[in-house]
Each structure stands twice: as C-alpha cells, then as structure tokens.
C-alpha cells in the first residue's frame, strides 16, 4: 500500500505520494527542497564534527589541555556542586532550570581560576552566548583574538550590565 503525506507547499493540502514532497502543483520546488536536505545533511555529518574536535577546538596543547578539565571527575564534580549551590538558576539574567557551568574570568585568561568555586557560576545559554561575545571583546579570547592587558571582572552584575551594553 503506497503511502502518502501532505503537499510542503503553505497552504497546499494535496496528498502527496512518497517520496515526493510537493504536489504536481507545486513540483518546481521539489529539486531545491531536496537540494537545502543534502547541503544541510553534508554540513551536519560526522566528519564535520570531527573536523571541529581535532582542528578547532584542539588548535594547540593549551586549548587540548583546557578541553580535557571538562572530561575529568574533579569537573564533573565542580559542575554539580555549582548546580546544587545556585539552584540551577542562571546568575546572571535569573532564568530557571539553567544547566550550565562557566567561568567567570575565561581560563584562558586566567588559568589557575579553572577549578576555582569563586570563579564558576551557573549560567542560561542565551548569555553564556552573549559572555562568550563580550569575553572576545573584552578580554581578548577565542580563535583569531589577542589577549588584552585589562583587569579581572569578577562581579556578575556589572557583567551582566557589560554584557547587555555591547
């Protein structure tokens, strides 16, 4: 028994023989539909992420070294503590059910702070995104970034606050 589904087409409710995806209608489309699923597909395959993991993320020993604190028990355990102690509310914006760990003052600008309670916070990923924006900026960290000579910024609202300004 053939099966069938509904025309891609906006407000197209013809049936639509599988494989296909639009209607005789609306068939014009179906090459370029089908051409977004491959282009979508080669960039989300696994050797892109394994691109991503032994290029980007592992450039040199310094970034291999602070990837590999997150894979040891001394991390996994700093995480669950900080959860528990700011009940998985993010510090920074005061959304709820955050489930993230960061650094306040980045480790690769201060990599003796990297198992340091005082320097950990939990943190939403909307600004964990926008920490990470205004880190590059501020402090200079990240891929293609120089290191700044600017003073530590420990305290979460005045980050908060830097964060919203850039």
């Not at 992420?49 to 020993?61: E, G």
């Not at 028990?73 to 510090?91: A, E, G, S, T």
Request: charged share 30%.
């Amino acid at each position: 028994m053939p099966r069938y589904r509904r025309c891609r087409q906006p407000n197209c409710h013809a049936m639509v023989q599988f494989p296909n995806h639009y209607c005789p209608k609306h068939f014009e489309y179906e090459a370029e539909y089908l051409a977004n699923r491959q282009r979508w597909a080669r960039a989300h395959s696994k050797q892109y992420q394994r691109k991503y993991n032994t290029v980007t993320r592992y450039r040199n020993d310094t970034k291999s070294e602070q990837y590999n604190f997150y894979r040891t028990k001394q991390w996994q355990d700093l995480r669950q503590r900080i959860l528990d102690r700011d009940h998985y509310i993010c510090r920074y914006c005061g959304q709820s059910n955050s489930k993230t760990v960061d650094h306040i003052v980045p480790i690769e600008f201060d990599p003796m702070c990297k198992a340091s309670i005082d320097n950990l916070t939990t943190i939403c990923r909307r600004c964990h995104r926008a920490k990470t924006q205004w880190e590059q900026y501020y402090y200079g960290t990240g891929q293609g970034h120089h290191r700044q000579n600017v003073p530590e910024i420990r305290d979460i609202t005045r980050i908060s606050r830097l964060m919203k300004k850039f």
